[in-house]
């Protein structure tokens, strides 16, 4: 069986879809007809959504209730907020500005009105706890109320996506109360600029998105071993030095062959900016300042404040590195300096500390940390942790901040007035409760949207395994192990992306949306309320909102998958999609595929050659961009990496970019880096004389805290890519040299022995992958009459 072809991802700014047919550019052109004007006279008005049917809203409310009659909202219809309520004034202000976007219409703001309008009020007497709103849509039209104002923002989000289910005005509005509250007070999103940079206008567009989605929390890692992103100006250092670091393998050479510096930082002002931006969309920033580990960058500036006083570079590796903070009152000057600053930028409640990975490696073989640690009467290293934990919240607390930090903060002991944000699974968060400690639900193996969203050949880089969109909207953030009492200490839930393998600012928004549409549901809905398949109905408007916006949204969920296998003297092909959402429709003429082409039922008998375009429509609109796979023999007799296995089962599989060419598009290829090895089962191989395999060589930049400490390598040697049948154990049946060449993807033939039927092929490179990590692209069958 094939699968489609590949969709590169480069490092400019969109990504290529069939033959240069951009996502964005499909789905404005074919669902809106081109681009939103104002409405004319005499418009008939679109059907908001149809009337006794809940608001398409995400996330979902907590009350709705159906009205009589409607209320059309057109260019003309003013919106109200009196002078004396300046929450409704930057309310109403902020949906006009909304609306501008989402249909090209922009309304007029005034402070009074006697006939129909949209009202912005603040109520103080309104029952409805804090950033809830009353949302009243009746035939004299319609009124916002809440007791603060973010409770008005969010009724004029709600609003403004109701208005948005179509792409102009004017829009009939059926009668409905909404009384709607959230559900969790802590909705957070962590994005991790320490590994990657993003620009200060890349934040403020997820800002909007999640403010958006009424997320209130931005959670800002800036700090890690890759790099130290906030300016602090009492140690210049921190942003001369470590905020840049040369990368690993080419992309860190420049043409001439010296090293290349990559970084940058946020200027206190740029973070001030970024603070008052979120602050007026209701959004907390919560900044993160690792300690004591993930601090090498940190360390390179400062190498006295160090757990072994030498200077590291800054990391161009990924994972767990050794480098941790000193245990000495200079140390603790110097992290109280700067978290006095940072405090200074960022008046939010809570300072984030890390205090994960803390690998001892260090603290461990350093006689001076160990006669401290025994000094101070602690058992063992974990405890040092503890108290270097709570001696910084002593700091923070006597500043009246609170100290939130990973689970790892509860080994040795939890300081007292720490909240704990439990990313190892749910245990954390139980324990932290049972503890009386407040919990921010986070476990990786949901929440973190740095991993793929599918196993697609067209997804860019990403973390190990699968976390799809349904996963994530399945997800409940609090512990069934807690009764009543400890589950009031959940504050909320959050989704992380980090960056490592997330390298531009289009893969940021590829990554995070719309599974932050899924998570601000579950933060925010009552849990009764949720419901699969009445949030991809709703999550279809959403994700033209997302193109409107600009935003780059993973169409992953919905888009048609086109897989093929020979039969007879053609082939049988099946579409699929990963949700099974909406209607798959196809074409065989290499025409794009529309509402009106043939609607996929059953497997399809095609000839040879056929180019195969299918996409999934909902409502008669596009869910995503058409894929297409030009089905012949080769592509038969092709396998791309994403659809080979790997051959063990304890795999730790990512997905991995080439670190070449410098600038412009790069290969994207899973690779498993403990055992890099492809698994073909049941390649068929009757006819077959040579197998040709697209191959590149990845940096190995990985760390392992203590355990990659003063590992030797053997020495260098050729390399050859091997092929095994049956499975992976035993000797080689063909092998040929991996030549170097100039190109970033390299070819190797190798000529198989005669074999006939079915088999398993293992396909490996000889020699240390820790020395330059091989992997495949894609792998040909060739038959005689085609073999190199």
């Given amino acids: 069986m094939m699968e489609q072809m590949k969709v590169k991802w480069g490092a400019a700014s969109t990504v290529a879809v069939g033959k240069a047919t951009g996502w964005a550019v499909l789905l404005l052109l074919a669902a809106c007809g081109g681009p939103a004007g104002d409405s004319g006279p005499g418009s008939t008005p679109v059907e908001a959504f149809a009337a006794g049917t809940p608001p398409p809203l995400i996330p979902a409310p907590a009350q709705a209730a159906s009205g009589q009659g409607h209320f059309v909202v057109e260019a003309g219809t003013p919106v109200v907020a009196a002078a004396a309520d300046p929450g409704a004034q930057a309310a109403a202000g902020q949906f006009i500005a909304m609306l501008r976007e989402g249909t090209g219409v922009s309304l007029r703001q005034i402070e009074s009105a006697t006939g129909p309008a949209i009202v912005f009020a603040t109520d103080a007497k309104l029952e409805s706890r804090p950033e809830g709103y009353a949302l009243d849509v009746s035939a004299q039209g319609i009124r916002i109320t809440a007791r603060d104002g973010a409770?008005?923002?969010?009724?004029?989000?709600?609003?403004?996506?109701?208005?948005?289910?179509?792409?102009?005005l004017p829009v009939r509005v059926p009668a409905v109360r909404i009384a709607d509250a959230p559900r969790f007070g802590w909705r957070g999103f962590m994005l991790d600029s320490a590994r990657h940079i993003q620009s200060v206008d890349e934040i403020k567009r997820l800002l909007d998105q999640m403010a958006r989605h009424k997320l209130n929390v931005f959670h800002w890692h800036l700090t890690d071993d890759q790099g130290w992103r906030l300016e602090i100006k009492r140690y210049p250092k921190l942003t001369e030095k470590g905020a840049w670091r040369i990368p690993a393998g080419k992309a860190g050479q420049g043409a001439d062959g010296k090293p290349v510096r990559y970084?940058?930082?946020?200027?206190?002002?740029?973070?001030?900016?970024?603070?008052?931006?979120?602050?007026?969309?209701?959004?907390?920033?919560?900044?993160?300042?690792?300690?004591?580990?993930?601090?090498?960058?940190?360390?390179?500036?400062?190498?006295?404040?160090?757990?072994?006083?030498?200077?590291?570079?800054?990391?161009?590796?990924?994972?767990?590195?050794?480098?941790?903070?000193?245990?000495?009152?200079?140390?603790?000057?110097?992290?109280?300096?700067?978290?006095?600053?940072?405090?200074?930028?960022?008046?939010?409640?809570?300072?984030?500390?890390?205090?994960?990975?803390?690998?001892?490696?260090?603290?461990?073989?350093?006689?001076?940390?160990?006669?401290?640690?025994?000094?101070?009467?602690?058992?063992?290293?974990?405890?040092?942790?503890?108290?270097?934990?709570?001696?910084?919240?002593?700091?923070?607390?006597?500043?009246?901040?609170?100290?939130?930090?990973?689970?790892?903060?509860?080994?040795?002991?939890?300081?007292?007035?720490?909240?704990?944000?439990?990313?190892?699974?749910?245990?954390?968060?139980?324990?932290?409760?049972?503890?009386?400690?407040?919990?921010?639900?986070?476990?990786?193996?949901?929440?973190?949207?740095?991993?793929?969203?599918?196993?697609?050949?067209?997804?860019?880089?990403?973390?190990?395994?699968?976390?799809?969109?349904?996963?994530?909207?399945a997800f409940e953030p609090v512990p069934p192990e807690l009764d009543a009492n400890q589950a009031k200490h959940v504050l909320g839930t959050q989704a992380n992306l980090w960056t490592e393998h997330v390298r531009t600012e289009p893969r940021v928004e590829h990554m995070a949306f719309p599974r932050l549409s899924a998570l601000a549901e579950i933060a925010w809905s009552p849990?009764?309320?949720?419901?699969?398949?009445?949030?991809?109905?709703?999550?279809?408007?959403?994700?033209?909102?997302?193109?409107?916006?600009?935003?780059?949204?993973?169409?992953?969920?919905?888009?048609?998958?086109?897989?093929?296998?020979?039969?007879?003297?053609?082939?049988?092909?099946?579409?699929?999609?990963?949700?099974?959402f909406g209607e798959l429709r196809y074409t065989t003429d290499g025409s794009e595929p529309t509402a009106q082409s043939p609607r996929y039922q059953q497997a399809l008998q095609v000839a040879l050659p056929t180019t195969v375009k299918a996409n999934a429509f909902f409502q008669g609109k596009p869910l995503a961009a058409p894929r297409e796979l030009r089905v012949d023999a080769r592509t038969l007799r092709t396998r791309e990496a994403e659809y080979l296995d790997a051959c063990r089962k304890d795999s730790y599989v990512l997905r991995l970019e080439d670190d070449e060419p410098r600038e412009g598009e790069r290969?994207?290829?899973?690779?498993?880096?403990?055992?890099?090895?492809?698994?073909?089962?049941?390649?068929?191989?009757?006819?077959?004389?040579?197998?040709?395999?697209?191959?590149?060589?990845?940096?190995?930049?990985?760390?392992?805290?203590?355990?990659?400490?003063?590992?030797?390598?053997?020495?260098?040697?050729?390399?050859?890519?091997?092929?095994?049948?049956?499975?992976?154990?035993?000797?080689?049946?063909?092998?040929?040299?991996?030549?170097?060449?100039?190109?970033?993807?390299?070819?190797?033939?190798?000529?198989?022995?005669?074999?006939?039927?079915?088999?398993?092929?293992?396909?490996?490179?000889?020699?240390?992958?820790?020395?330059?990590?091989?992997?495949?692209d894609r792998v040909e069958l060739r038959p005689a009459a085609e073999a190199p």
């Fill in 151 to 168: 409770g008005l923002f969010y009724g004029g989000v709600s609003l403004w996506q109701l208005l948005t289910t179509a792409d102009t």
């Fill in 263 to 473: 970084g940058g930082f946020y200027t206190q002002a740029e973070a001030r900016e970024i603070v008052e931006y979120a602050r007026q969309r209701h959004i907390t920033v919560v900044p993160e300042i690792e300690m004591p580990g993930h601090a090498q960058s940190a360390i390179a500036a400062y190498p006295e404040f160090g757990a072994t006083g030498q200077a590291p570079p800054v990391s161009p590796d990924w994972g767990v590195n050794t480098w941790l903070y000193g245990v000495e009152d200079p140390t603790f000057e110097f992290l109280q300096n700067v978290l006095t600053e940072v405090m200074d930028i960022f008046p939010g409640q809570y300072i984030h500390i890390g205090g994960d990975e803390a690998d001892k490696y260090q603290w461990r073989n350093s006689p001076r940390i160990q006669a401290r640690r025994k000094a101070l009467g602690l058992a063992d290293d974990m405890q040092l942790q503890s108290w270097f934990i709570k001696r910084i919240e002593t700091f923070l607390v006597a500043h009246d901040r609170r100290l939130i930090g990973w689970d790892e903060i509860l080994e040795g002991g939890l300081p007292p007035e720490a909240t704990v944000m439990s990313w190892r699974g749910m245990e954390g968060a139980v324990e932290a409760a049972r503890q009386g400690h407040d919990v921010v639900l986070s476990p990786s193996n949901v929440t973190y949207i740095n991993r793929m969203q599918s196993e697609e050949s067209d997804e860019p880089p990403g973390h190990d395994y699968t976390t799809t969109l349904e996963k994530v909207y």
């Fill in 667 to 776: 290969a994207v290829v899973p690779v498993d880096i403990g055992t890099p090895c492809w698994l073909w089962k049941q390649a068929p191989l009757d006819g077959i004389a040579a197998l040709s395999a697209e191959v590149l060589d990845l940096p190995y930049n990985f760390q392992f805290g203590g355990d990659s400490v003063g590992v030797v390598l053997p020495p260098a040697g050729p390399v050859d890519l091997q092929v095994r049948v049956g499975g992976c154990d035993g000797a080689p049946v063909a092998s040929a040299r991996v030549e170097a060449t100039e190109t970033a993807v390299k070819r190797v033939d190798v000529a198989l022995p005669k074999m006939t039927g079915a088999q398993d092929l293992c396909l490996r490179f000889s020699g240390d992958h820790r020395r330059v990590l091989w992997a495949i």
């Fill in 527 to 580: 849990r009764a309320t949720r419901d699969w398949d009445g949030f991809l109905q709703r999550l279809a408007p959403q994700m033209r909102r997302f193109q409107r916006a600009g935003i780059r949204a993973a169409d992953s969920a919905f888009a048609a998958r086109i897989r093929a296998r020979a039969e007879g003297q053609g082939a049988q092909v099946t579409l699929l999609n990963q949700t099974g």
